[in-house]
């Protein structure tokens, strides 16, 4: 036999001795509690034997010593007599009354009463005889009672007597304790916490949730010694606070321990051991609740984890945190909140830092300081959520705080709070609400109708002026569908825009409708989706106006046009027709001025020459003239003759067909634009303004320099020259048709009015700077 078994063994055996030897003490206090009371019984037995024989006024002197409840009774339970503690406790009186002990036996005990009599009877004595009787005022009550057989002188028994003693509360106790002994046992088998009775590290006892735990049975258990089955996590500690308990400075104390499973796993929980001591003080037994914490240190770790990451998010949120324990000590901030309140410290420094009072040191800051103190002190007194407080900061800032309380399981354990600058969007509102306000009464005033409708066309406002266009009132409108209500003639065209809408396009068309009058109306309609506050398309908005006027002003403008066109085109072929016909005797005039100077140059003296020279010298004049005046009627914009014109190509061009005197030179400074034009035209512009500085040059050299410059919308052009120049006077007169300055034969006073006109119509403008005798430079501008 192994010596652990014989150590098991030697100490039940001792345990064993032990109890022999308390129970044979037990055993020898009751004997001498017997002896005693059959010793008092048999004096007391003597006594009434002596008594009987004498008066009644003598035994009533022996009941008077006796102090519990006694009473003398026949051999049928009559009583005949008894004391007067006898008589308070049950509420009779003998000597007035009749009374049959049997009659005070509880139902419940009047067959064990039978059975106890009968022994009493056989024996002669009646120990602990216990039952539950009913006393005069209908009172239950439990009895002890010892009693003992009377006898006469020939030994025959003729009554029995015997010391009534309330054990009533002594049995309620005895009950409740084997009730709540029951109770305990039934918590102890179904507790979900492992309980562990051990006595110096053996297990005397396990409770089905222990067994459970590590999967031993519960006799498997009893067999085992803690430390077989446990480690704990700090050894040291676990030791030293056992051997305080074994010495009686300890009471419980906690530990976490990893037991071992019986599949060899191993299982995590807190040990609490409690010492149960004797009357003296001594450990007898540890009591150890076990329980399984594997989850709830996973639980730890990840909440750990999770405070972690809300740590980190905290501390780089645009929000200013700030979170107080219940003394309100901070226990985080960011950095976010020192920013807002300009404190220089870092936020790690600030952990642990006391903040009552921290509301008067800082009220300086606040528009109002000590609404502000008292509106914190409210907050903080209430204890109830408070969100989106607005602080007027004395710096113009406005901030927006929240309050959240933090409770755990009802008990306060501090509180957060959170600031936010918004500033922007605070002013961003009141800006927003000055100008909704503003364009709602431009809206509802405005001379543009304005409609809403939902995706079934049905119109859900319209303002007043679109009342006035359509000729209903608000409440003919509002709820009915707007393609019929309205009268509208192209009603497809009206479906395939609103199907637009719910695409999420705009755009604008005309519609013909009729009026509350049935007037045919035409309005110019600007279509929107209309958006609600999730983006989803809930119908479209529509700006009306009615163009009606418009519309017969169109008519006639294009019927003015065709006119003018065909007016035009009219004029044109007629200018042709008169360039040809007037052409055509200038052409005879000058053969015949020819032929004249050919036949009679031998005859016509030198006035007769000179004034043939004249002759023909008019003629090419009218020529010109008229060729002038023809092109000047062709000039108009076509834009499908715009191609890419470069005019430094252009200029070159012009310089080998024109006459150039041999001392004037053109010159182009820098290069110029490639711009978007009527080649032709542009041909015209240049050749006619640079035509006309070369002819008015008499200085040698004589030059002309031609530049350009970009502005955002057109191309600036200079011609400058050191011609004669030209008189002030003579500025706005030039560019008119037929005007031209002095005497020169050669001028038809057509071509700077074909540039006027060319430059019109390329929304440009020309002007002139010059001084007489030193040159002219002329400006002009071409849209891009």
């Known amino acids: ?270 040990t609490t051991v409690s010492a149960v001591k004797n009357t003296k003080g001594k450990v007898d037994y540890q009591v150890a609740l076990v329980e399984d914490i594997r989850k709830e240190r996973e639980a730890e770790e990840k909440i750990k984890a999770s405070e972690n990451r809300l740590s980190s998010l905290i501390l780089n949120l645009q929000t200013g945190v700030l979170l107080e324990d219940e003394h309100r000590n901070i226990s985080l901030t960011n950095q976010q909140f020192c920013d807002l309140f300009q404190i220089s410290e870092a936020p790690e420094a600030l952990k642990g830092a006391d903040c009552n009072g921290a509301a008067e040191r800082n009220k300086i800051h606040f528009k109002h300081p000590e609404a502000f103190v008292a509106r914190i002190n409210r907050v903080l007194a209430e204890r109830k959520m408070v969100l989106n407080d607005e602080l007027e900061m004395t710096d113009g800032r406005i901030l927006e705080r929240d309050y959240i309380p933090i409770f755990n399981q009802g008990v306060y354990k501090g509180h957060l709070w959170t600031y936010q600058d918004v500033t922007i969007r605070k002013n961003y509102k009141r800006n927003l609400e000055a100008q909704k306000e503003k364009y709602g009464s431009i809206i509802a005033n405005m001379n543009l109708g304005l409609i809403e409708v939902d995706t079934d066309d049905i119109i859900q406002m319209a303002n007043q002026s679109f009342c006035t266009m359509s000729g209903f009132t608000e409440k003919e409108l509002i709820g009915k569908k707007a393609i019929k209500v309205l009268g509208v003639v192209e009603q497809e065209l009206l479906l395939e825009k609103n199907q637009k809408r719910l695409q999420g396009e705009s755009d604008s068309y005309e519609v013909q409708v009729a009026n509350k009058k049935g007037e045919r109306r035409h309005w110019l309609i600007s279509g929107a989706p209309r958006y609600d506050d999730t983006g989803k398309t809930v119908g479209s908005i529509g700006i009306h106006l009615d163009i009606t006027d418009q519309k017969r002003l169109e008519l006639q403008k294009e019927k003015l046009l065709q006119e003018l066109e065909a007016s035009n085109q009219g004029l044109q072929e007629y200018a042709h027709i008169v360039s040809h016909d007037l052409k055509s005797p200038l052409r005879s005039i000058s053969a015949l001025a020819s032929w004249l100077s050919e036949d009679y140059k031998d005859v016509l003296d030198e006035t007769g020459v000179f004034q043939l020279q004249q002759m023909q010298e008019k003629v090419e004049s009218m020529d010109r003239l008229i060729s002038g005046i023809l092109k000047y009627s062709s000039i108009q914009d076509d834009s499908s003759k715009r191609t890419k014109v470069d005019v430094n190509s252009v200029i070159n061009e012009i310089r080998e067909i024109i006459f150039i005197p041999e001392h004037v030179q053109v010159k182009v400074k820098d290069t110029l634009p490639v711009i978007r034009a009527d080649s032709t035209k542009i041909h015209q512009l240049f050749q006619n303004l640079i035509g006309n500085a070369v002819v008015h040059i008499e200085k040698d050299p004589g030059k002309v320099v031609i530049s350009a410059e970009e502005t955002k919308t057109h191309w600036q052009f200079r011609i400058e020259d050191n011609g004669i120049g030209i008189a002030k006077e003579y500025h706005e007169k030039i560019f008119k048709i037929f005007q031209s300055i002095g005497n020169g034969e050669r001028s038809t006073g057509i071509g700077l009015s074909i540039v006027k006109k060319i430059v019109d119509l390329y929304e440009g403008t020309i002007w002139l700077d010059s001084t007489v005798g030193k040159g002219t430079t002329f400006y002009f501008t071409l849209k891009k």
């Not at 055993?27 to 059959?38: G, H, N, P, V, W």
């Open 1 to 270: 036999m192994e010596n652990k078994e014989v150590i098991l063994l030697k100490k039940a055996l001792e345990r064993q001795k032990k109890a022999r030897i308390q129970a044979e003490k037990i055993l020898e206090e009751k004997s001498k509690e017997l002896y005693d009371i059959t010793h008092h019984l048999k004096t007391a037995n003597s006594k009434l034997e002596n008594l009987l024989n004498e008066k009644t006024s003598e035994l009533d002197g022996v009941f008077i010593n006796i102090i519990d409840p006694y009473v003398v009774m026949d051999l049928k339970f009559n009583v005949i007599n008894m004391n007067l503690s006898a008589k308070d406790f049950l509420g009779y009186d003998h000597n007035k009354e009749s009374l049959n002990l049997a009659q005070l036996v509880h139902p419940e005990h009047v067959q064990y009463t039978a059975t106890s009599f009968q022994s009493l009877l056989e024996v002669g004595t009646l120990k602990n005889y216990r039952a539950k009787i009913i006393l005069r005022d209908a009172t239950e009550k439990w009895v002890q009672i010892n009693a003992s057989l009377i006898f006469d002188a020939k030994r025959k028994p003729v009554a029995a007597q015997g010391i009534i003693r309330d054990i009533t509360q002594e049995t309620e106790i005895r009950e409740l304790l084997s009730e709540q002994k029951k109770q305990l046992d039934i918590i102890v088998e179904n507790s979900p916490l492992g309980i562990v009775l051990t006595v110096k590290g053996q297990i005397v006892k396990a409770n089905k949730a222990f067994s459970e735990l590590l999967g031993h049975s519960q006799q498997e258990l009893k067999e085992m010694h803690v430390a077989d089955i446990s480690v704990p996590e700090n050894s040291e500690d676990s030791v030293l606070q056992m051997e305080q308990m074994n010495r009686g400075e300890l009471d419980t104390f906690s530990v976490v321990k990893k037991y071992i499973h019986k599949n060899g796993s191993e299982v995590l929980a807190k």
